[in-house]
């Protein structure tokens, strides 16, 4: 969904504009996270200009946030969009081109090591928390795939294959662009949508304001 002209120029402002029934979930860096190049180098490539692949929020917190925004301050040059695209048909896809059922791919962990070199792990595949459907969760930035721990069922394909063919999968979906202006607010599903950065350079002057947010079940 896409709003317009919302004002989203510090925290009372977010607050104001925060939907009854949702909460906003801090991440690391606080209530909001500034999107664009920084000034020093940073080991964080989420937080910048440059290209980043498909992904969801918050994979490192027990319950990523449902909902994500981003918020456009400066658009820069205003060619690096926002690439959206559907985990569910992705799940559908990917089973289709690997001749596999999604119980199959329920038996694999997405798992990789984060900034602050934790390790994460979540399963590849998860039911949306009110859909009911399942969705795919995926970095394409980082991360392996592994069995799940305990899993006595192997595939007969190898896991390498299974990832390139996720990498194909998600180039391949059909895509919603976020081409950015200066007051845009995107808001999504994090469950449902995966989303990236498609750039082809950096943009010093692109500058978004990412802020999360919990709904509950009844109210989204
Ligand atoms: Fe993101």
Not at 65 to 92: E, K, M, Q, W
Not at 99 to 121: A, C, F, M, P, Q
Request: hydrophobic content about 35%; glycine content about 4%.
């Amino acid at each position: 969904m896409l709003v317009r002209e919302v004002g989203f120029e510090n925290y009372v402002s977010i607050e104001r504009n925060r939907p009854k029934n949702w909460t906003i979930i801090k991440s690391s860096d606080g209530i909001w996270s500034s999107v664009k190049d920084a000034d020093e180098a940073s080991s964080d490539h989420s937080a910048s200009s440059a290209h980043f692949g498909y992904h969801y929020d918050g994979a490192y917190l027990p319950k990523p946030p449902l909902v994500c925004s981003l918020y456009c301050i400066d658009s820069g040059r205003g060619d690096t969009p926002t690439a959206f695209i559907d985990a569910h048909v992705a799940v559908n896809s990917l089973c289709k081109r690997l001749s596999l059922e999604v119980e199959d791919l329920e038996l694999l962990d997405w798992t990789y090591i984060d900034r602050h070199g934790k390790l994460i792990n979540a399963p590849l595949v998860q039911l949306h928390p009110y859909l009911d459907i399942p969705i795919l969760r995926f970095g394409e930035q980082s991360g392996i795939l592994a069995y799940k721990r305990g899993s006595s069922k192997k595939l007969d394909i190898e896991l390498s294959h299974i990832s390139d063919a996720i990498n194909s999968t998600l180039s391949e979906q059909e895509k919603i662009l976020q081409y950015w202006k200066d007051g845009d607010w995107m808001v999504w599903d994090n469950w449902q949508f995966l989303h990236a950065r498609l750039a082809t350079s950096s943009d010093r002057r692109r500058n978004l304001r990412r802020v999360w947010y919990d709904v509950k079940f009844d109210s989204f």
